[in-house]
């Protein structure tokens, strides 16, 4: 035990008992030995400097546990340290409260305070922890699980990811790390046990017929099995239903065509997809009239994936994308994107840790692809597309489409249709998984807009126009037709003009 020692400040006297705790492994657990009378003068004191509610509780706490600490080390608070203590740890927990990201709520980083003052925030700024940013929950799980010290937990979910990441039972996961993050975390005890689990889980989901539509989008299938594992299956359910409903109402017609949207929606909001939606759209609306992002304009699904991706900081996402760019395009080894800008756009979007690697397997792809006999005989856009929206796996897709084209040629219902250039690839492309659903659903969307009074004159003159709108990947069939009435009608008024 520590003897006591003179009148020390509270910066000192925090400093010392912090080593001294830290070196002999003391703890505030157990029974507090504080007397009523010593604790209703230290209630009094919290309640007189500290006017709301969460600093008073967090000082109730902090009297709780320095009182043990500082006695069991030898070290007992004087008397009259206890206010300024008590404000100088206050005003550190606030500080650990806002450099992890949960302003307002300061009795969770109690421990941590007592035992760290705000070291830890320090330590997090070292790059030795750069692998782990992209899982910021990790910071906090750390400073909560280990607040004595949390820089040790970090370390220890880092070796243990980096051994699961290495093993080849694993190999599937390997573009899913924030899962080896989860399993070192969240199971420590067995994390290799907790994967395999997800691997079986994911298995069973993805071959049952009832979840085909998450084919293409496995991390939804991961989802489900890592927060939803009591009943993965009802989740993937409420997740089917809240799809098929937001994609049938009239408010989101314009992202009806973009699915992934929808998807987001569904899986990161459950108990409220709109709220989530109708934020979208107003964060895409808001990005596009900013002349800062004009540069953008021509390639509307970053603002969608920047609003949906990224809800809670679109604008400075972008601008870190544009940055990116800016830097790619200036680079003579990829020179031959030039010609193709949106390339640069989806690598920095799409690989931000390392956009140059992706850009380097893309020339490379397209070269390999484009003169590989199996897939000649699609143009460079379909390509460029397989590669973009498939980086994985662009020949399986590509097969995929072929597959598809042969199914709706083969098919006497869609005879008729056809005979017009290109839609049996447009439909094959928009729904590689179900392509003669996807093209009956549109035939019938086709002929309800075409009997809607609006289109009514439109559908007479221009009918190649609703096939389009609705096969075409335009996003809102509705939107499409009138912005194309609009435009004949200034071109009809401009010729007789």
């Known amino acids: ?21 830290l070196a002999h492994n003391i703890n505030a657990g157990g029974i507090s030995p504080i007397t009523p009378a010593e604790q209703e003068a230290l209630d009094r004191i919290a309640v007189s400097r500290f006017s709301d509610a969460t600093a008073r509780e967090a000082a109730d706490k902090f009297i709780t546990l320095l009182y043990k600490l500082s006695q069991r080390s030898g070290m007992p608070v004087p008397k009259k340290m206890w206010p300024a ?3 100088t740890l206050v005003a550190e927990c606030r500080e650990n409260a806002r450099g992890l990201g949960t302003e307002g709520l300061l009795d969770k980083w109690v421990p941590l305070t007592l035992y760290n003052g705000t070291a ?22 750390a400073a909560r699980t280990a607040p004595r010290k949390p820089a040790d937990f970090l370390r220890r979910v880092q070796a243990v990811a980096k051994t699961l990441i290495a ?33 079986a889980t994911v298995t069973r989901l993805a071959d049952t017929p009832e979840f085909a539509l998450f084919a293409d989008t496995r991390g939804i299938l991961i989802t489900a099995a890592v927060n939803f594992k009591s009943d993965p299956d009802k989740f993937l359910r409420n997740v089917v239903h809240q799809i098929d409903c937001l994609s049938a109402d009239p408010e989101f017609e314009e992202l009806a065509q973009v699915p992934w949207v929808i998807k987001r929606a569904a899986v990161s909001a459950p108990n409220n997809p709109k709220k989530f939606l109708r934020r979208v759209i107003a964060t895409v609306k808001k990005m596009k009239t900013n002349p800062e992002f004009k540069y953008f304009l021509d390639t509307p699904g970053l603002f969608l994936h920047a609003a949906a991706g990224h809800p809670t900081n679109a604008s400075a996402y972008l601008r870190q994308v544009k940055q990116e760019i800016e830097s790619l395009s200036r680079e003579p ?31 490379q792809e397209m070269k390999d692809i484009k003169g590989d006999s199996e897939f000649g005989h699609f143009s460079r856009s379909v390509i460029v597309y397989a590669l973009t929206s498939h980086p994985k796996n662009p020949r399986k897709f590509l ?16 005879k008729k249709i056809g005979k ?78």
């Open 420 to 497: 017009i250039k290109g839609v049996f690839l447009r439909a094959a492309l928009r729904s590689p998984e179900a392509p003669e659903l996807f093209l009956r659903k549109s035939l019938d969307t086709i002929k309800k807009l075409q009997a809607e009074p609006e289109f009514k004159e439109l559908a007479v003159i221009a009918p190649s126009a609703f096939r389009r709108a609705v096969i075409g990947n335009t996003g809102a069939p509705r939107q499409y037709l009138r912005q194309y009435i609009k435009n004949r009608n200034a071109r009809l008024t401009s010729h007789h003009g």
């Open 167 to 199: 093993d080849p039972e694993f190999d599937d996961f390997k573009d899913v790390p924030w899962l080896f993050k989860t399993a070192a975390t969240g199971y420590p005890r067995d994390p290799a046990g907790f994967l395999r689990g997800v691997k």
């Open 399 to 414: 097969r995929k489409i072929n597959d598809g084209i042969a199914a709706l040629s083969q098919n006497p219902e869609f």
């Open 333 to 363: 080894e990829f020179l031959d994107f030039q010609r193709m800008p949106r390339i640069f756009r989806f690598a920095a979007a799409g690989y931000p840790k390392d956009p140059r690697k992706f850009l380097r397997y893309f020339l």
């Open 85 to 87: 203590m008590l404000e």
């Open 1 to 21: 035990m520590k003897k006591a020692g003179p009148m020390l400040d509270v910066p000192t006297y925090l400093r010392d008992l912090r080593g001294y705790v």
């Open 120 to 141: 830890y925030l320090d330590e997090l700024q070292s790059p030795e922890f750069d692998d782990l940013r992209s899982s910021p929950g990790i910071f906090r799980q």
